[in-house]
């Protein structure tokens, strides 16, 4: 991007701000300036997203996804036209299988790198959706307080809302199970954008599929005790109580060792894994190393050889795209809970 135009999108995006806010406002009150506007329809409507309340006075129409489980939810919803683009590696997930396969092709993919403030405005933005460790973070200064004093908005997924557990703001994430996560987010969105019915009928969808895999799944005293394996080879990064792969192992039949840590995506260390031997472990594949390559590790790495999981080569591999919030949720539990009960014999 040349210097000419960034200062150019810098100045309108700040003159924006200034006259309009972007349609959006955090309400102090409940509901903020907009809630005195005038118009017909739904608006203003008022949300609530990890903690901040923020009106609008209109739907947003040109959002800014980052990674790929957000970029699902807005296709699932069918808000592909609200959107001025996405970012995500291309390693991030199949997109060539899902129902929304050709928002992907209709919208534009901004970039294949990290989200930036510079993207943002290039695409126009008024709203970027994306989640702190999914594109929100201090060290690359792509914040909700940083866009907002360019006049762009945010929604923060809540998967990754931070809990304060560690203390102060912190690093800690993680508000409700995921899947309730996922679900408060299409209620929430479907609000946003006027598609309430359409975020309704997502919810009850995959609430039904869900509930169907948990009927066929082993039964307590016969779960298998499951490890999610991300990656990292000196401390593994797994998953913890408020990461999608909790919910997905657990509604599909198994016992996820990690449930006592009180974080999304975290690093434990390996006497821990070694200790709590579980029966399966499940492999994020994404990126490199291969699936293959984390599997031969796992395999060959010697103070896992007596881990049930490892000496019975229960290794079982799931798509990135699968494990973070998005509407492919409920349908990894229905693949898992068919592979728990294999385990099970059932």
Not at 65 to 84: K, P, Q, S
Not at 137 to 165: F, H, M, Q
């Amino acid at each position: 991007m040349r210097t000419r135009h960034r200062s150019a999108a810098l100045l309108t995006a700040l003159a924006l701000a200034a006259l309009t806010g972007c349609g959006a406002h955090v309400a102090e009150d409940g509901k903020g300036d907009a809630a005195k506007a005038s118009g017909s329809g739904r608006y203003p409507v008022t949300i609530e997203n990890c903690g901040t309340k923020t009106t609008y006075d209109k739907a947003p129409r040109r959002v800014v996804t980052n990674d790929v489980g957000i970029a699902d939810i807005m296709f699932a919803l069918g808000l592909e036209d609200h959107m001025a683009g996405y970012v995500m590696p291309a390693y991030r997930g199949r997109i060539d299988a899902v129902a929304w396969k050709d928002a992907y092709g209709k919208v534009p993919w901004l970039s294949k790198k990290a989200i930036t403030k510079e993207i943002a405005l290039d695409a126009r933005a008024d709203l970027v959706f994306a989640g702190w460790n999914y594109g929100f973070g201090e060290d690359s200064d792509v914040t909700p307080a940083s866009l907002k004093k360019l006049g762009i908005g945010s929604y923060v997924l809540t998967e990754s809302c931070r809990n304060g557990t560690d203390g102060g703001q912190g690093s800690a994430r993680g508000v409700m199970p995921p899947l309730d996560a996922l679900y408060t987010d299409l209620k929430t969105l479907g609000k946003i954008f006027d598609v309430e019915d359409r975020a309704d009928a997502l919810i009850a969808t995959y609430r039904k599929q869900v509930a169907d895999a948990q009927a066929k799944a082993p039964k307590d005293g016969e779960r298998p005790s499951v490890f999610l394996y991300d990656g990292g080879q000196d401390k593994p990064l797994t998953s913890g109580r408020f990461a999608g792969p909790h919910d997905i192992i657990t509604k599909a039949g198994g016992d996820h060792v990690m449930k006592d840590l009180k974080d999304t995506w975290t690093t434990v260390g390996w006497e821990t894994v070694v200790e709590r031997d579980p029966d399966v472990i499940v492999i994020n594949d994404y990126g490199t190393p291969t699936a293959e390559q984390k599997k031969s590790f796992l395999k060959s790495y010697a103070p896992l050889k007596n881990v049930s999981a490892v000496k019975n080569n229960r290794i079982y591999v799931m798509d990135y795209a699968d494990l973070v919030e998005s509407p492919r949720n409920p349908a990894a539990v229905t693949a898992l809970s068919g592979y728990l009960r294999d385990v099970r014999g059932h």
